[in-house]
């Protein structure tokens, strides 16, 4: 439910300015000199009307408080909340939970609070609840080593969904429960969780404590996403076919020149970037009824730790314009992630209009242009997303 316009927004926001952070990123690494005998830096995604914000700090005073929330209709009353009860360890911040890692430090925060996020019920819009995996493994880059998060919400099936996100982030879930206040109120509520709770709607609540996180291997987790399809390495053995499939389309390889031969297939099995070693390199085919139909070269760990290049994605002409290269190509994202991977990179030419706008919408962005090594040093451009 969208919220009223507030009435005077602008000067209401102007006289609790002291409580807005205008410039997060500025405070990245520096939150603590805010209140230098900080014990605990507590983190809260989407703060709405604050409730929960002002009491939690209230009863916290040995803590920073800092509370994220989208909306300035609502984030206007939270602070003039936390105003009126003259609390000076609670600041706000404007923005986006995706952009945490913008905000703060590694290891800066000590605790995150998610209560009653967005749902979004539909399946195709589940990568936006605050809950998916690719949130939580966000949330790992500004956590400190056994920080923790703490869910509330009353959506049933957005708890049993995510209590299978958390482990898969690296989160040991404790404190599980489906009914937090079926023995009488349990810690602060926020206004929303009053309301339905006063309406008989049980309340679920968990803790995840972050720990290692638990890589999957990137091929084992591609299998699994693309199980229609046979998914191995490369080996010699597979050169005749290779070139078979790459001869299907001679413009694709006028655009990314040179024409494929044998020794050039035989070459690329073992072609790695700079300071990269072999066990980096993943060059796979993807079969189906005994016939190669795509193929992808992807480097983990290139060009910065936890970043994979994608060197090259190609899919038999007659699969084109189907989805099928945004599907595999999701699938490796995903299993990148699941990897421990949090960036993908990847070289378009400039030349290749229709290549270029195929990454965009796979949420790719240009990063600068540059030219390729080799023979042919060709001018690209070097785009990057986050897995």
């Known amino acids: 439910m969208r919220m009223r316009k507030k009435k005077n927004l602008v000067p209401r926001m102007e006289a609790c300015g002291e409580l807005l952070v205008r410039d997060p990123a500025a405070e990245k690494g520096r939150w603590r000199e805010r209140k230098p005998d900080t014990v605990k830096l507590r983190l809260e995604l989407g703060c709405g009307k604050g409730r929960f ?55 800066e925060v000590d605790l995150i609070y998610i209560n009653f996020c967005d749902p979004w019920p539909s399946v195709k819009h589940s990568r936006r609840r605050l809950t998916h995996v690719n949130f ?28 299978f996100q958390f482990p898969k982030a690296g989160f040991a879930l404790s404190e599980v429960t489906r009914n937090l206040h ?6 602060v509520m926020t206004d929303y969780e009053e309301k339905f709770h006063a309406l008989g709607t049980p309340i679920n609540r968990c803790v995840g404590t972050m720990e290692a996180l638990p890589d999957v291997p990137l091929v084992d987790g591609l299998a699994r996403r ?76 290139y060009p910065r730790e936890r970043t994979f290049y994608v060197g090259l994605l190609f899919l038999a002409p007659e699969l084109r314009r189907q989805g099928r290269g945004r599907e595999i190509m999701e699938a490796v994202l995903q299993a990148a992630g699941d990897a ?48």
Not at 182 to 187: A, K, P, T
Not at 255 to 264: C, E, F, G, I, K
Not at 341 to 364: S, T, V
Not at 369 to 387: F, H, I, N, Y
Request: hydrophobic share 45%; aromatic share 8%.
């Open 340 to 387: 421990g991977m949090d960036r993908a990179q990847l070289a378009c030419l400039l030349n290749n209009p229709i290549g270029h706008a195929f990454w965009r919408a796979m949420g790719f962005g240009d990063l600068r242009e540059d030219k390729l090594l080799g023979e042919t040093a060709a001018p690209v451009w070097v785009m990057e997303r986050l897995v």
């Open 53 to 107: 914000t002002a009491e939690t700090a209230a009863a916290h005073p040995e803590d920073l408080y800092v509370a994220v929330e989208r909306v300035p209709d609502a984030m206007v009353i939270a602070m003039e909340r936390c105003r009126s009860m003259g609390l000076t360890n609670v600041f706000f911040i404007d923005g986006d939970a995706a952009a945490l890692d913008q905000y703060f430090a590694p290891g």
């Open 226 to 301: 693309l199980a229609d399809w046979e998914i191995r390495p490369v080996t010699g053995d597979d050169v005749a076919s290779m070139l078979a499939l790459f001869q299907t389309d001679p413009d694709f390889f006028a655009l990314n020149p040179p024409q494929p031969t044998a020794a050039s297939i035989q070459e690329d099995l073992t072609n790695l970037p700079p300071r990269c070693a072999i066990e980096q390199k993943h060059y796979l085919a993807l079969w189906r009824d005994g016939v190669p139909q795509a193929v992808l070269d992807l480097v983990e760990g």
């Open 136 to 163: 939580l493994r966000g949330y790992r880059r500004v956590l400190k080593e056994g920080g923790q998060i703490h869910f509330k919400t009353d959506n049933h099936d957005l708890f049993e969904w995510s209590l």
């Open 182 to 187: 079926e023995h009488g109120v349990q810690g």
